[in-house]
């Protein structure tokens, strides 16, 4: 599943979640928030608090869409000329990000 989460305090400092198996996309410094995966329910044996959000594709995609409306994301060509990704290209990103972890 996708979620959004923030960090955790602990005494060793800020660290993510123990339950995030895959985290520390995405970064909205707005909310301070991190996009991650996390098995479903049925497939992991551990607990992950119910307060967390939880996204579809199309919801991940709105969120970072909107970022990068705020901010835009940068592409670096082989060249190492630097350019705003299109929304296209952000779509596209979001969505290997997704069928990477499906």
Not at 29 to 34: E, H, I, L
Not at 59 to 62: D, G, I, K, V
């Given at each position: 599943m996708i979620i959004e989460y923030k960090m955790h305090m602990t005494d060793g400092g800020m660290k993510t979640p123990a339950w995030v198996e895959d985290g520390g996309y995405f970064p909205d410094?707005?909310?301070?928030?991190?996009v991650g995966w996390?098995?479903?329910e049925d497939a992991r044996e551990y607990y992950v608090p119910d307060t967390v959000t939880t996204m579809t594709q199309t919801?991940?995609?709105?969120k970072v869409l909107a970022m990068h409306s705020a901010n835009k994301f940068i592409k670096v060509a082989d060249d190492g000329t630097e350019s705003n990704m299109t929304n296209a290209e952000v779509t596209?990103?979001?969505n290997a990000w997704v069928e990477a972890r499906s």
């Open positions: 410094a707005a909310t301070n928030t991190f996390s098995p479903d919801e991940l995609n709105t596209a990103m979001v």
